[in-house]
């Protein structure tokens, strides 16, 4: 963990230069593998400090405390440092280094781990090997009980959310439960 958060491999490519965001703890029941930090949670060095994290909070049912407890939550994303924004909008992919060199090294640590959130289509193509999101969420019970997928839970999951009723319907109740099990 020590040698992720003093990481500086892309630090020549990084608009805002290096800053890994990521919490875990060998007792961890929990882990989020998400996209990559935001300018917000790049600012703050707080993952998940935006009103993206509010909503994947919101899904889980829990609250900031137990969030936040990396004794119980670990958060590893897929790329440590935010990777800048693409010239038609929207943040770049996560930095295709950081996933290989820190997941192996990390994951195996957390022995713990019962319950694993694949947030967005970077970690559900990493983890899962599947390309399109909104199909492998629908099809999130192949994955149980020990992983599942969920899309981006950024604003423009609102329309999404609408589109897919399903979503709330039958994905969330399950996650909520999964969540309250890994964490009791």
Same mark, same amino acid.
Request: hydrophobic share 45%.
């Given at each position: 963990?020590?040698?992720?958060?003093?990481?500086?491999?892309?630090?020549?490519?990084?608009?805002?230069?290096?800053?890994?965001?990521?919490?875990?703890?060998?007792?961890?029941?929990?882990?989020?593998?998400?996209?990559?930090?935001?300018?917000?949670?790049?600012?703050?060095?707080?993952?998940?400090?935006?009103?993206?994290?509010?909503?994947?909070?919101?899904?889980?049912?829990?609250?900031?405390? &137990?969030?936040? @407890?990396?004794?119980?939550?670990?958060?590893?994303?897929?790329? %440590?440092?935010? !990777?800048?924004?693409?010239? +038609? /909008?929207?943040?770049?992919?996560?930095?295709?280094?950081?996933?290989?060199?820190?997941?192996?090294?990390?994951?195996?640590?957390?022995?713990?781990?019962?319950?694993?959130?694949?947030?967005?289509?970077?970690?559900?193509?990493?983890?899962?090997?599947?390309?399109?999101?909104?199909? &492998?969420?629908? @099809?999130?019970?192949?994955?149980?009980?020990?992983?599942?997928? %969920?899309?981006? !839970?950024?604003?423009?999951? +609102? /329309?999404?959310?609408?589109?897919?009723?399903?979503?709330?319907?039958?994905?969330?109740?399950?996650?909520?439960?999964?969540?309250?099990?890994?964490?009791?």
């Amino acid at each position: 963990m020590a040698a992720a958060r003093a990481c500086t491999l892309c630090a020549d490519t990084l608009p805002l230069g290096p800053r890994p965001v990521l919490r875990a703890a060998a007792t961890s029941r929990i882990l989020i593998i998400g996209q990559a930090p935001g300018t917000k949670v790049h600012s703050s060095g707080i993952p998940w400090n935006d009103p993206s994290g509010i909503r994947l909070r919101r899904w889980m049912g829990v609250d900031d405390a &137990t969030f936040y @407890d990396e004794s119980r939550v670990a958060i590893l994303p897929m790329g %440590l440092c935010y !990777p800048g924004v693409l010239p +038609t /909008g929207g943040d770049k992919p996560p930095m295709p280094i950081c996933a290989p060199m820190w997941h192996p090294r990390i994951r195996p640590w957390l022995k713990e781990v019962t319950l694993t959130l694949a947030v967005g289509s970077y970690a559900i193509t990493h983890l899962l090997r599947r390309k399109n999101m909104t199909d &492998t969420v629908r @099809d999130f019970q192949v994955f149980l009980p020990d992983i599942i997928p %969920l899309p981006h !839970p950024s604003w423009r999951t +609102t /329309g999404w959310e609408a589109r897919n009723p399903w979503f709330g319907a039958a994905v969330l109740p399950v996650l909520r439960e999964r969540v309250l099990a890994a964490l009791s």
